[in-house]
């Protein structure tokens, strides 16, 4: 990256420009669930998982599943299933080496979210699969985090966007994901068959 008079590279230069948090925002973060957090993890069926690799690489992996899909342990340990994907697992090898996870929750037509910061293992079986259990199916395995931070975040991100206005919703703009697929990841394959791929069936087949 070329030298810029206006490059931030300390702490300091940080601080000075955005200045300190409030006391409220520095000081809301707790180390184990409240009532209201165990509510919106209920309500929640969307979740942004942010890893890093030890040498320093990230990931972000989003999940998804009926709402309530984070199962809740204990005060301090939730359990997130995986079902089956792409097998790339990314954000999976990143754990084994570094095992500290940022999760963002969120619930549609919400402007906050929830956020745990916590310490990540995962398991291939455990007797709470049994209450992971989604159209017949079990969790491929799971991630187990211990928490560390848990806060909410508010809104103005949201709002800024207009992310829950459909006014403002434009899927078209960009090319479709059967385009996307032949461009990026399957060449050898024509439109027609892409689109027939993720057609109405696709959602079938989402768990199998």
């Given at each position: ?126 007797p709470f699969f049994d209450d992971m259990v989604v159209k ?34 434009q899927p078209d703009a960009v090319p479709s994901r059967p385009q996307l ?28």
């Open positions: 990256m070329s030298a810029s008079p206006h490059r931030i590279t300390t702490p300091e230069q940080l601080r000075a420009l955005l200045g300190e948090p409030t006391a409220a925002a520095a000081g809301k973060t707790r180390t184990s669930l409240h009532e209201h957090d165990r509510t919106w993890l209920a309500a929640s069926p969307f979740c942004l998982v942010a890893t890093a690799h030890a040498d320093g690489s990230c990931d972000v992996s989003p999940k998804g599943d009926p709402a309530g899909f984070t199962l809740v342990l204990d005060d301090t340990t939730i359990a997130i299933p995986e079902r089956p994907g792409n097998r790339r697992a990314d954000g999976f090898f990143n754990i084994l080496s570094n095992p500290q996870v940022g999760l963002l929750y969120v619930i549609p037509g919400r402007t906050d979210t929830l956020r745990i910061n916590g310490h990540a293992e995962l398991v291939s079986d455990a017949g199916h079990r969790p491929q395995l799971a991630v187990i985090v211990s928490i560390e931070e848990v806060f909410y975040h508010c809104s103005k991100s949201f709002l800024r966007s207009a992310l829950w206005k459909p006014e403002g919703w697929a032949r461009t990026f990841e399957r060449p050898h394959q024509s439109i027609e068959e892409l689109e027939a791929h993720y057609g109405p069936g696709y959602e079938e087949k989402i768990y199998s």
